[in-house]
């Protein structure tokens, strides 16, 4: 799935737009235990309640695609009788109205979902008449031949609220506040079936993570019969590993800022496409070959990134690799940052025999906040010529 089909999804969650045929829930204990059940026509709901499922239902369709939100497809024997594809299929089938079929699905999620403390399970059914869309993108709501059905779940924390002082109306004091439980937003979720090429793809699901480094694979796995793809910090971790065991002594301060360059540069072209930039094993290995890297060193690339990232298709989103916020040089003693689109200003040079990195000093620099001069006004005549390029010199250990 790409941005504007999620997009597409979450403008649904609205009273006027509203696809939710049927919402039901279960709480949960600490201990495992089922609280109290839910099950009722969405639309029957207070309207102040309808507002609040509607946050959570978009909150489970948010963040990035590739860290938050990740495709996945059902292996061959998940869509076969008895897994988890086709169970998903006849518990979308009924509507969320064959009580045997919901209850077991609570069980699997408890038996699965690894947290100790109270958590919401909702469960919702839609509905949505697709529209059709003009030559000019605009949606034709009279015109529609498919209807896309689809759960989505959302597993939300309990919390008790914190204790403190609140001002009591009927009393007219301030007194000892009341703690309940309160419903927060959710931690995990999934979308099923995928909505891809604006259509239903039964294939496939769509899994949400609010922590991108907390995945819950075995959870994924055991529930829903499917692999997760790398995290985006394995990914950062597995391409940083690739890249420094690929290039070894052409590791160079140039060559990895060309690479920084690059991914930022790509980010940059592809911002407005509706998918994501990700690279496969090509794509690394053209990298690195443009970024500097020799021939004689990508010879065993092939190799390295199988047994780097486990997968010899494995698919690296930029945006978990790219800095797009910082470029960062790190020695023992000493770390420079410099804004990512300004890593041109940084220079390798030998000066004295040592190796050091060479940084332009204007005459706006600070000093732990105090304005400074990168030298003295009576720098002396045979310091002029270093003075007057006015740059910082930081030697770089060997």
């Known amino acids: 799935m790409n941005k504007k089909e999620i997009a597409e999804l979450k403008r649904l969650f609205t009273p006027d737009r509203c696809p939710i045929t049927r919402v039901c829930g279960c709480y949960v204990d ?15 709901l207070p309207e102040e309640e309808m507002f609040k499922y509607f946050e959570i239902f978009k909150k489970t369709l948010s963040g990035s695609i590739g860290k938050n939100l990740l495709d996945m497809e059902f292996p061959m024997e998940q869509e076969t009788e008895g897994g988890a594809q086709e169970y998903l299929l006849r518990l ?29 399970i909702v469960l919702i059914h839609c509905a ?42 009927t009393l007219n004091t301030i007194t000892e506040r009341t703690r309940d439980w309160f419903v927060e937003m959710p931690i995990t979720g999934f979308l099923f079936p995928a909505f891809t090429d604006r259509n239903s793809d039964i294939h496939g ?3 949400y993570s609010k922590n991108p480094d907390e ?9 829903l019969g499917c692999s997760l793809p790398l995290s985006a910090a394995s990914q950062k971790e597995s391409f940083i590993t ?7 002594t052409e590791c160079t301060f140039e060559t990895v800022k060309n690479i920084h360059e690059a991914l930022n540069g790509l980010l940059k072209e592809r911002k407005d496409d509706p998918e994501p930039p990700v690279l496969d094993k090509g794509d690394v290995k053209r990298l690195l070959y443009e970024s500097g890297a020799s021939d004689e060193t990508l010879e065993h690339f092939d190799t390295s990134f199988d047994e780097t990232t486990g997968d010899t298709n494995a698919e690296i989103f930029v945006s978990n690799i790219a800095s797009t916020r910082k470029f960062e040089i790190k020695t023992p003693d000493i770390v420079i940052t410099v ?22 000093a204007d005459d706006s620099v600070e000093l ?14 045979e310091s002029n010529i270093r003075a007057s390029t006015a740059t910082w010199l930081i030697a770089s250990r060997e």
């Open 30 to 44: 600490g201990e495992k235990n089922k609280k109290a059940e839910l099950k009722e026509a969405f639309l029957s």
């Open 92 to 120: 979308k089938k009924s509507q969320l109205k064959d009580e045997e079929l919901l209850e077991s699905f609570y069980d699997k999620v408890i038996e699965t979902f690894p947290y100790p403390e109270n958590y919401y």
């Open 128 to 169: 949505y008449d697709i529209p059709k869309r003009a030559t000019d993108g605009t949606e034709m709501f009279d015109a529609s031949d498919d209807v896309y059905e689809y759960l989505l779940c959302s597993i939300c924390p309990v919390k008790l609220t914190k204790p403190g002082l609140c001002y009591d109306e």
């Open 205 to 207: 699901v769509l899994y």
């Open 215 to 223: 995945l819950k694979a075995a959870f994924a796995e055991q529930l």
């Open 242 to 248: 690739l890249v420094a065991d690929t290039l070894h």
């Open 339 to 360: 804004k990512p689109d300004r890593a041109d200003l940084i220079e390798t040079r030998i000066i004295d025999g040592r190796p050091c990195f060479v940084i332009p």
């Open 368 to 381: 732990n906040g105090i304005p400074v001069r990168a030298f003295p006004v009576d720098t002396p005549a």
